[in-house]
Antibody, heavy 120, light 107 residues
Framework: EVQLVESGGGVVQPGGSLRLSCAAS????????MHWVRQSPGKGLEWVSL????????YYADSVRGRFTISRDISKNSLFLQMNSLTTEDSALYYC?????????????WGQGTLVIVSA | DIQMTQSPSPVSASVGDRVTITCRAS??????LAWYQQKPGKAPKLLIY???SLQSGVPSRFSGSGSGTHFTLTITGLQPEDFATYYC?????????FGGGTKVEIK
């Protein structure tokens, strides 16, 4: 069974930094692209970033490009999101998501999320 | 960026009803569309991919259709566990984008 367990969320002041982690298990980690998708409280879904299976390719939403960095440690089956220069607009539940079996660009499955609150 | 627009929202329906949700893309995306179901306090779940392919384990009362810019998700014979919010998502180009969601409510 695929499991994705996020951690690292918390409360941070505007301009601060956080590093999110996602521990993956139940599949061959290097074979799949991984994503971060976020959801602001009571709002819809926003794709944040993708990293290819071998970590060679990365993509970002315009809203986070230059501030967030996605990475993965294949030896530890772990995904990361380094978030810098945080603003209140970044407050959200951040989901770690695996690319589906049929395409790296469908999201399946999702972790339970880690909450990031940016507030003074 | 490709904008995804869902309608209607919300949808009020009763158990046993047939419910159709529409998703429109701001430009053609072929069949690069997925549908997700999200229940309160839970992560989204993939229902349909490639516009009409049913994800493994998803009940056959869910179906998807469409291509280009117009897509639909149909639930035939709504069940109590289907009351949730449904999102479409395009995978044609970056940035990957979602529709705003359609909440299916109990009438």
């Amino acid at each position: 069974e695929v499991q994705l367990v996020e951690s690292g969320g918390g409360v941070v002041q505007p301009g601060g930094s956080l590093r999110l982690s996602c521990a993956a298990s139940g599949f061959t980690f290097v074979d799949y692209a991984m994503h971060w998708v976020r959801q602001s409280p009571g709002k819809g879904l926003e794709w944040v970033s993708l990293i290819g299976g071998d970590g060679g390719a990365t993509y970002y939403a315009d809203s986070v490009r230059g501030r967030f960095t996605i990475s993965r440690d294949i030896s530890k089956n772990s995904l990361f999101l380094q978030m810098n220069s945080l603003t209140t607009e970044d407050s959200a539940l951040y989901y770690c998501v695996k690319g589906s079996d049929f395409s790296n660009y469908w999201f399946d499955p999702w972790g339970q999320g880690t909450l990031v609150i940016v507030s003074a | 960026d490709i904008q995804m627009t869902q309608s209607p929202s919300p949808v009020s329906a009763s158990v046993g009803d047939r419910v159709t949700i529409t998703c429109r893309a701001s430009q053609g995306i072929s069949n690069y569309l997925a549908w997700y179901q999200q229940k309160p306090g839970k992560a989204p779940k993939l229902l349909i991919y490639a516009a009409s392919s049913l994800q493994s384990g998803v009940p056959s009362r869910f179906s998807g259709s469409g291509s280009g810019t117009h897509f639909t998700l149909t639930i035939t014979g709504l069940q109590p566990e289907d009351f949730a919010t449904y999102y479409c998502q395009q995978a044609n180009s970056f940035p990957l984008t979602f529709g705003g969601g359609t909440k299916v409510e109990i009438k």
